[in-house]
């Protein structure tokens, strides 16, 4: 075997395996590069911020037992979160729920609880009178102005407390 020359590849073997080779590289590092950009954003699996503001509760009014309450939710997170449940230590007895306004036909409406609600990410969620809200056990005794506390429970974010202002129905733009 001493008497063979050595084998070389030609110069366009090399240069079809470069390129063969070069593919699958370059997809890697623009892949990589997307990723490292998305991290240094601060995207890349940030949890969820959540901030809740404007919280209203209407004034009870006549022998109604509940009223409803409102907040702004806002996640400037990186990732979802969903409100689960509302409690209060000064509500009346019962415990507050999730409700969602439904219009039904003939100009009818009403509301239906709802389990859990979801707040994207980069988003937020405005409770109103004729969507989401939250229907309290009203205390009789709420005036305009007073101020009750509320705690919000998400999934992700945990028990976020805040306050709402008892406010009479249409005043503030409720």
């Known amino acids: 075997m001493t008497g063979q020359p050595l084998w070389r590849p030609t110069g366009r073997r090399l240069t079809d395996t470069l390129l063969a080779a070069l593919a699958p590289v370059a997809?890697?590092?623009?892949?990589?590069?997307?990723?490292?950009?998305?991290?240094?954003?601060?995207?890349?699996?940030?949890?969820?911020?959540?901030?809740?503001?404007?919280?209203?509760?209407?004034?009870?009014?006549?022998?109604?037992?509940?009223t409803a309450a409102f907040f702004r939710i806002t996640n400037s997170g990186g990732s979802a979160d969903r409100l689960l449940k509302v409690t209060s230590a000064e509500a009346g007895e019962g415990t507050p729920t999730l409700s969602r306004h439904v219009m039904t036909g003939g100009n009818a409406a009403s509301d239906q609880t709802v389990a859990s609600v979801a707040v994207p990410a980069?988003?937020?969620?405005?409770?109103?009178?004729?969507?989401?809200?939250?229907?309290?056990?009203?205390?009789?005794?709420?005036?305009?102005?007073?101020?009750?506390?509320?705690?919000?429970?998400?999934?992700?974010?945990?028990?976020?407390?805040?306050?709402?202002?008892?406010?009479?129905?249409?005043?503030?733009g409720t």
């Open 27 to 66: 997809a890697c590092g623009l892949a990589l590069g997307g990723l490292s950009t998305w991290t240094a954003y601060g995207n890349a699996g940030s949890p969820a911020l959540i901030k809740v503001t404007d919280g209203k509760v209407f004034a009870p009014s006549g022998d109604t037992p509940v």
């Open 122 to 172: 980069g988003g937020s969620l405005a409770m109103s009178p004729d969507g989401l809200d939250v229907i309290v056990p009203a205390k009789p005794d709420w005036q305009s102005g007073d101020l009750v506390s509320f705690t919000l429970h998400f999934e992700h974010s945990g028990a976020v407390k805040t306050l709402a202002v008892v406010v009479r129905p249409g005043q503030d």
